[in-house]
Nanobody, 113 residues
Framework: QVQFVESGGGLVQPGGSLRLSCAASTRFFSIVTVRWFRQAPGNQRDLVATITSGYTTNYADSVKGRFTISRDNAKNTVYLQMNSLKPEDTAVYYC???????WGQGTQVTVSS
């Protein structure tokens, strides 16, 4: 199973930006579809963005035009660039493969003034 380590979260003001990183422990990273999820307190874990091995991307409607998912296969890492952040983006962000593997500890993103 692929294991992931998320990083890059923090506290940011509304309208600000953050870039999250997702490091994967697999030799086969280049063929793995990777997804970013987020979970706010009291809510279910929701899909945010997906990137396939062929670099096809998909986004939840709530983040389209603001978030960009990308990957660097040489670094076994997927990124989530988040711009124009809103308070409702506050959540713990996780990455995982498709099909799902083990969940990491996630990284907290807090958008607040």
């Amino acid at each position: 199973q692929v294991q992931f380590v998320e990083s890059g979260g923090g506290l940011v003001q509304p309208g600000g930006s953050l870039r999250l990183s997702c490091a994967a422990s697999t030799r086969f990273f280049s063929i793995v579809t990777v997804r970013w999820f987020r979970q706010a307190p009291g809510n279910q874990r929701d899909l945010v963005a997906t990137i396939t091995s062929g670099y096809t991307t998909n986004y939840a409607d709530s983040v389209k035009g603001r978030f960009t998912i990308s990957r660097d296969n040489a670094k076994n890492t997927v990124y989530l660039q988040m711009n124009s952040l809103k308070p409702e983006d506050t959540a713990v962000y996780y990455c995982n493969s498709d099909p799902l593997g083990s969940w990491g500890q996630g990284t907290q993103v807090t958008v607040s003034s």
